[in-house]
């Protein structure tokens, strides 16, 4: 997971840093947790299943840079399908 961060996420921190991002089938959360990491200011994330939308509070807020992903994140649940 670490190198997929290093060759997704941390070539455009510049980018990500306070900004808006959406999360399209963010699955668990774990890539809107990486963003809000990076520095983005806020991260949603939309996933449909919605016994993965909770799975986000598993990881641990202390380690973010600028905001509390819990606070920034925000799941919708949506039946594209």
Known sequence: MNMRY???VAPFKPF???AKVLDIA???GRWSYALAGAGAAH???IEEREELI???T???T???SNA???STAIYIENSIG
């Open 58 to 60: 598993r990881f641990p």
């Open 26 to 28: 963010s699955h668990d």
């Open 62 to 64: 202390r380690i973010l």
């Open 43 to 45: 991260v949603y994330g």
């Open 54 to 56: 909770g799975s986000i």
């Open 68 to 70: 509390s992903l819990l």
């Open 6 to 8: 290093d060759f997704i």
């Open 16 to 18: 990500i840093e306070d």
